[in-house]
């Protein structure tokens, strides 16, 4: 018989069909998109041109009148401080506002003995504004004959003639202190620098005080009502005062003294021998 033909399995056509070539990267595509990407010549030159009148602006508008200061307004002050503020930034008056040297303006600000600090605004086109902020007087200084001014942050603003200013307290220096007083300086804590710090910090209090003296380390408020108020040490000063302002309250007449040295254990007496005494005995 003659032999069965063996049938072939069916070849799957998944099997022999063959998968797609993976499309070759074109090599000039990557420099055509950076082609498109980059700016052309003409947009560079049009970008080169602006700056070019932007630097031309700021020098034109840096060198001319165009923007020359003609006006300084300063406000923060008295009348009398707000000139001397006018006078200092004088040599700016006809610069450019676009290149104005503010340190150096500030400079000439902070270095008059009237102003802490200053800011500034240019206010364009023409005008400077100014906001200081005043040095407060504190005390009169007083050695001999000659007065001084004094802030509350013991600076010396100004001389004065001995009367000026009664409703200020006055602190007293001796005369070799006195040789090297200069205005515009701050008094070191030992020549008149703590009194003047601790009226500052006394507040509405110093309304009350006729004169004050810092000895061996000891700050004492003379009081105008005639009464002595002892402090001790030139430290804790608004709370000594608020201490006291309750005390003298309550004192009674006669009273000579008030000590507040130790705000929480405030001694009252008649005599300044019974100071001392009671300023021994309360231990500090």
């Not at 001790?232 to 005062?241: C, E, M, N, R």
């Not at 309750?246 to 130790?262: A, E, H, K």
């Amino acid at each position: 018989m003659p032999a069965k033909a063996r049938s072939r399995p069916p070849v799957s056509r998944a099997a022999t069909t063959a998968l797609p070539a993976r499309p070759r990267r074109v090599p000039g595509r990557r420099r055509l998109l950076v082609r498109k990407l980059a700016p052309s010549r003409r947009s560079l030159a049009v970008g080169a041109g602006i700056l070019v009148l932007a630097a031309g602006a700021y020098v034109v508008a840096r060198e001319t009148s165009l923007f020359a200061v003609d006006r300084i307004d300063v406000s923060g002050g008295s009348p009398r401080v707000d000139a001397q503020v006018r006078q200092a930034l004088a040599p700016f008056l006809g610069k450019s506002l676009i290149g104005f040297d503010g340190a150096a303006a500030l400079r000439r600000i902070e270095a008059l003995p009237t102003v802490v600090g200053a800011t500034y605004d240019r206010s364009f086109p023409n005008t400077l504004s100014v906001t200081i902020e005043p040095e407060r007087p504190a005390a009169v200084l007083r050695s001999g004959a000659s007065a001084w001014l004094v802030s509350l942050r013991g600076r010396i603003i100004a001389p004065l003639s001995s009367r000026a200013d009664p409703q200020l307290p006055r602190t007293w220096l001796g005369a070799g202190a006195a040789k090297g007083v200069q205005i515009g300086e701050i008094l070191p804590l030992a020549t008149g620098g703590a009194v003047t710090r601790a009226l500052g910090l006394a507040g509405g209090f110093r309304r009350h005080v006729s004169t004050a003296s810092y000895a061996a380390g000891e700050l004492v408020f003379h009081l105008r009502s005639g009464l002595e108020l002892l402090l001790g040490a030139p430290t804790g000063v608004p709370l000594k005062v608020a201490v006291a302002a309750r005390v003298l309250r309550l004192v009674p007449p006669g009273t000579r003294f008030v000590d507040v040295s130790v705000p929480g254990r405030p001694v009252s007496g008649t005599t300044i021998s019974t100071t001392l005494s009671t300023q021994g005995s309360s231990g500090g």
